[in-house]
């Protein structure tokens, strides 16, 4: 970390390596389209790098480039508000050709579920099943108190499944 | 429909941060309520499908992406490795607000010039390209958008329309250069510009556009639109691998929404 602050090239490549498939799974999810994940995360680690000199090093490093992650998906969001939505379809999908047509229909059916539940639901569904990350940590990327994180997370639950029944889909 | 305090306390446990108590508690309250098992049994479905939705893999050369973004931001050749403090000062704010300044004067006589023709487009055939950003965050109306991976070089491709005008902007990631052709049926395109970002050699016929040894940058070709269905063929080949695909009409595209 140290290194990667004193603009050590390699040192910042490897936090590229080390982070790089979580921040873009973070931004998948919040954006719901791989090619504007794509851009998101390489977005976040040219403003990581540009802004290394406020890292305080005081919080994790994770939780500071998650929240960066999830802002510039919230300002990916806003800025495709005011446009005309791609058929998601139409998007080529290249990921994980390997897995059953189910299991590919289940992951779209939660990703449109996901996309249904406004950011601030999204993003704690986001940090914890798909991040891992407990109340706290979550607490610390959104830099809320834990109660906070708890109740809104206890919402969103609420609201997802509401979501993927709404789209005919019953978690089992 | 159970009360939000027992909704809770089924997440806690099946987020694992409940205490002992709470365990007991819901056991107790379980035994006599049937409501509270079908409500745990369904968040424990949510639980376990989100749990099976896997992580998706890292897109292949963002590492490459990130660094050559880096480079551009600092406008430092290729072979001067990342950003450096040095270039950082260099590139202060002062200098930046003029960059911006001048870059948004630029822009407005490039964007005037095209809406009154003093800047046409490259003809057929010409050599010189413009250079710069000309990939679109997305097209403002109906549009198609396509990727595909040839070897270790991603291509990404998307149509919309201007007046009757289509354009196709492509964007080519990876380290391998890439021959891409656009192939249509010239009854319905008719094939007027390219621009590129970084040069490479482009033939245009009368039924395809080629693009020869296209390296990582963007660029568009702008078709007289004189059918609005007809698709754009592309085939890609870089780094010994070949893929080929249709990039739909936004015509087509309007209709399947």
Redesign the interface.
Known sequence: MAAARA?D?KA??AL??AY???V??LA?RMTGH??DA?DV???V??KA??KLDTFDGRSRFFSWIYRIAINESLNLLA??KR??A??E????D???PH?GAE?RE??RM??AALLDLTAEYRQV?VL???LDLS?VEMGQVLRLPEKTV?SR??TA??R??EA?RKRGY??? | MIDRDHEQLIQEVLDGHATKAQVERLEAWLETSSEGRTRKRELEGLFQTLARVPLAETPAGLGADVERALRARAGSPASDGLVTPFARRWFGPRFRLAFVFAAGIAAGAVGLGALTGAFPPIAPGGEDSLVGTMMPERPRTGGGRRAWQAGPTRVEAMAWRTGKTRVVAVRVRGEAPADIEMSFDPAGLAPGAVRQSTPSRFEMDRDRVVIRGAAAGEFTVEFEERSGAVPVLVAIRAGGAAVSGDLPSPQAVARLR
């Not at chain 1, 379809?89 to 080529?92: I, K, Y």
């Open positions: 603009r090239p910042f490549a590229v390596e790089g498939r979580v873009f799974n998948l791989h090619e794509r995360t390489q977005n680690f040219v790098y540009e800025r495709r446009m005309v791609l058929d379809e139409l998007v080529s290249e990921q994980s897995r299991a289940e992951e939660v990703q569904i914890r099943h798909f109340h708890k997370l206890h639950r609420v997802l499944g993927l019953a978690p089992r």
